[in-house]
Every structure is written in C-alpha cells, then in structure tokens.
C-alpha cells in the first residue's frame, strides 16, 4: 500500500528498491504522484529479504509512504481509536493524563503526561522488573500524545516537542532517535555526551526525521523560545 502522508504512528525502516514499483506506474500515468486515497499495487518481485515489517512499520519512497496492507489497515484503525476518544475538556487546557501500561503480559502501571509542566513520568513500582521496556513505551507514549494532540488540539495550540537530555537521548529506542549501534558506541566512547556530539555524529536525514517527529537532544531551557513549540521533558 501507498498513502500520501507519514503515518504518525508509524515506524521508518529502510529500503530503496520499492520505489521503482510505485514510480514505473506514476511515470506511465496509471497513478497519480500524490492522493489521498490509498494505493495498493503488487510489488511480490521485490525482493524484500531480511525485512521484517512490525504492524507500525512504512518505507518512506519518491512517491509516498509504503507499507503492507495489514500495516495500513492497523494504522486506520489506530486513527478511528483516537478520533473516537472523548476527553472533558479540549486537550491542550487539561492537567493531566494517565494512560495504563502493560508489559511482559503480567505487570500493569501507569504512565503520567503532565500538561501543564509537559513531562512524562512512568509510574511504575517494580522498575527493576519493568526497565527493559521503558524504551519502547517512552516512544509509544510520545508517538500516541502526537497523534491525539494532532487530532483533538485546537489550531492555536503550540505543538508538543519532547527536549531531551543529550545523556539521556541515547538510551530512548533507536526507531525513535535512528541511532545506530555504531553511532551510540562512537558517543560512549567520549568523556561526555553532549548535544554538539550527538549532532556531529548523525547525518542530515536523521535530524529531519527528529523535527517530523517532534524530539531533540537538548539540555532543558536551551531551545529558543518558539510560539508554536511547547517543549517537553
């Protein structure tokens, strides 16, 4: 499948070869470059080999953003869940939200988005047990509160944008940052993380993808003040 926009929920993963699929049957008219409206073409002679697509998952192309139709159908159906939330007041004037969290399939904490000192805290009491999988949930709570501030915020609210700590930035989940294993242990081996070392160490492709996805490494108070931009932390 092909849409036009970037799934906000979704996950970037790597492959150029899905291209010539979808723009062969662009330059020859038989689709348009850009729509609305999904576009499902078989590409099985593209070899795919060793790429294992989660139901979050897309390949950003030429053409659009691609994806298996079970990855789309997942991600229309994550849409129509937060459009149908209701909260008692619009978003952007509320204290705070607890969303529940579950891993390991036997353990249950909340997880706490204060609004009016935008931070994130996991409330979890058995943290040892639990560690492992904060990097993930971190990322689905940020992804999720994108998605529902996109949907249900009203225009003229700034939008949210998590500022992290440059020792903290390496540890988030690497389908957030785009860190490399070999990016992290270039940084490990300096006497410091800072945010100049992270920036020197990434390329120009991951930093646009930290501004669509509203992340940076910065130390708290450094971001200019922006009108439209609520930092997080």
Not at 32 to 59: N, V
Not at 167 to 179: A, Y
Not at 184 to 193: A, D, F, N, V
Request: charged share 20%; aromatic share 10%; proline share 8%.
């Amino acid at each position: 499948m092909c849409i036009d926009r970037e799934p906000t929920w979704g996950t970037e993963v790597y492959h150029t070869g899905l291209d010539t699929c979808f723009s062969t049957r662009t330059t020859k008219g038989e689709i348009s470059a850009r729509q609305d409206a999904p576009l499902d073409l078989d590409c099985s002679s593209i070899d795919l080999t060793g790429k294992q697509f989660t139901t979050c998952d897309y390949i950003k192309g030429t053409v659009g953003h691609y994806m298996p139709k079970e990855n789309f159908l997942y991600l229309r159906k994550s849409e129509r869940m937060i459009e149908k939330i209701t909260f008692p007041a619009p978003i952007h004037l509320l204290d705070h939200i607890i969303i529940p969290i579950h891993i390991r399939k036997s353990h249950w904490f909340p997880a706490h988005i204060n609004l009016r000192t935008q931070s994130i805290s996991l409330l979890d009491s058995s943290q040892i047990y639990s560690a492992a999988a904060y990097p993930h949930q971190r990322m689905l709570i940020w992804k999720f509160f994108r998605m529902v501030w996109t949907t249900h915020a009203e225009v003229v609210a700034p939008t949210p944008h998590w500022t992290i700590p440059p020792e903290r930035f390496t540890g988030l989940h690497p389908r957030l940052t785009d860190l490399t294993p070999r990016m992290i242990q270039t940084l490990g081996q300096g006497t410091k993380i800072n945010t100049s070392n992270i920036m020197n160490t990434t390329t120009e492709k991951i930093k646009s993808r930290w501004i669509r996805r509203g992340i940076s490494p910065e130390m708290e108070g450094s971001r200019p003040k922006d009108p439209l931009v609520h930092p997080w932390t």
